[in-house]
T-cell receptor, first 114, second 115 residues
């Protein structure tokens, strides 16, 4: 158990809908990262937050957005969902977000868009 | 551009034997971190081992060791005394000082341990 929690574990929804994925980092970690794992794209970095502020942006679509709240939990919002958004979405956390820090991953949310 | 390559889509190893999973990378950044993660069929990503680009010695964590050859830009994971529970996908990942803190992942190697 990495100490990072994600809810829900599974999510099934329809195209055009909007969903919210939630992540709680390990106790003491200030930085949260979101990744998408799909069969065709592999593991892709989406976005990073550090202590409530966006720090780095990767391959995140405009239909997706995220935020980190004062209690450091984070939410990833996915809207206007398409079939291709079906994937495993991971949240990871680290203490500060420095280059040598290990990121600890949550169990993931498996999203299926029908 | 940063690039990470795992050339072995699938590997088999006999239980109790050692196995090496390959990872090569391409970067001009002198400062970077190398990580290996294990992803069992249940889906979670489990951190295994870390190596910094300036570390003089190869990293070891229990049965895991990293064969780091900086000049060749390779960071192979060695698993000794393989166990059935080692059957999983293994991902090599890197962080670079000039591209923020995001991880770049290889495509992974599927390891199957045979009894």
């Amino acid at each position: 158990d990495s100490g990072v929690t994600q809810t829900p574990k599974h999510l099934i929804t329809a195209t055009g809908q909007r969903v919210t994925l939630r992540c709680s980092p390990r106790s003491g970690d200030l930085s949260v990262y979101w990744y998408q794992q799909s069969l065709d794209q592999g593991l892709q970095f989406l976005i990073q937050y550090y202590n409530g502020e966006e720090r780095a942006k990767g391959n995140i679509l405009e239909r997706f957005s995220a935020q980190q709240f004062p209690d450091l939990h984070s939410e990833l919002n996915l809207s206007s969902l398409e079939l291709g958004d079906s994937a495993l979405y991971f949240c990871a956390s680290s203490v500060e977000g420095g280059q040598v820090e290990t990121q600890y991953f949550g169990p993931g949310t498996r999203l299926l868009v029908l | 551009a940063q690039k990470i390559t795992q050339t072995q889509p699938g590997m088999f190893v006999q239980e109790k034997e050692a196995v090496t999973l390959d990872c090569t990378y391409d970067t001009s950044d002198p400062s970077y971190g190398l990580f290996w993660y294990k992803q069992p069929s249940s889906g979670e990503m489990i951190f295994l081992i870390y190596q910094g680009s300036y570390d003089q010695q190869n990293a070891t964590e229990g049965r895991y060791s990293l064969n780091f050859q900086k000049a060749r830009k390779s960071a192979n994971l060695v698993i000794s005394a393989s166990q059935l529970g080692d059957s999983a996908m293994y991902f090599c990942a890197m962080r670079f000082s000039n591209t923020g803190n995001q991880f770049y992942f290889g495509t992974g190697t599927s390891l199957t341990v045979i009894p």
